[in-house]
């Protein structure tokens, strides 16, 4: 079975500060999505990765930074968190560019 | 702009009865369409998918139809169970080039009755 791990399900943090949400996949795709989902908004891609160390932005990226230094390891940074960050945020990973993407469980942030 | 819209925020049905979830798309360039499940707490999970070479995909109790004229494409349920009752993503992405994006409708809660 596909994995995708998010590494907190649940992060409360504070105006300003910096923050790192990892996701990791044991499948070895090629491509990596961070998505955010919030009422009423359905999900918005904010970034995403088809191979080490390559990136594209998605419909969202701004107060965003991605990093694949792995292929098995996608992180999602807010370089600076603000309130209207607060979201559900889901890492997803697929092969080849027409498959299905599979999700990780989501973490939901909170910033105060 | 909204280039896939799913027009029904919610749909309630008896176990048992047809779901008929709708999503409609605006890109002509879309040829490739997916189906999420969402329950709670839990990432979206794939149901099922259709190339728009075809008008049909079926499996199991899950049928995408899809009508490219219209730009229109529903899932059907049939029989609905309890178990089925998630958020419903309508998803749609663009073969060829360097695009891997797929573009996500709002979604549909769908709740089913015992």
């Known amino acids: 079975d596909v994995k995708v791990t998010q590494s907190s399900r649940y992060l409360v943090k504070r105006t300003g500060e910096k923050v790192f949400l990892e996701c990791v996949q044991d499948?070895?795709?090629?491509?990596m999505f961070w998505y955010r989902q919030d009422p009423g908004l359905g999900l918005r891609l904010i970034y995403f990765?088809?191979?080490?160390?390559?990136?594209e932005k998605g419909d969202i990226p701004e107060g965003y930074s991605v990093s694949r230094e792995k292929k098995e390891r996608f992180s999602l940074i807010l370089e600076s968190a603000s309130t209207n960050q607060t979201s559900m945020y889901l890492c997803?990973?697929?092969?080849?560019?027409?498959?299905?993407?599979?999700f990780g469980p989501g973490t939901r942030l909170t910033v105060t | 702009d909204q280039q896939v819209k799913q027009n029904s925020p919610s749909l309630s049905v008896q176990e048992g009865r047809i779901s008929i979830l709708n999503c409609d798309y605006t890109?002509?360039?879309?040829?490739?369409f997916l189906w999420y499940k969402k329950y709670p707490a839990e990432g979206p999970t794939f149901l099922i998918s259709?190339?728009?070479?075809?008008d049909k995909n079926e499996d199991g109790r899950f049928t995408v139809f899809l009508n490219k004229s219209a730009k229109h494409l529903s899932l059907h349920i049939v029989p609905s169970q309890p178990g089925d009752s998630a958020v419903y993503f309508c998803?749609?992405?663009?073969?060829?080039?360097?695009?891997?994006?797929?573009?996500f409708g709002k979604g549909t809660l769908l709740t089913v009755n015992p």
């Open positions: 998803a749609a992405s663009v073969a060829g080039g360097s695009n891997y994006k797929r573009t």
């Open positions: 499948m070895d795709h090629e491509n």
């Open positions: 259709i190339s728009s070479i075809k």
């Open positions: 997803a990973s697929s092969t080849a560019r027409l498959s299905e993407q599979y």
């Open positions: 990765s088809y191979d080490v160390k390559m990136k």
């Open positions: 890109n002509s360039m879309f040829d490739y």
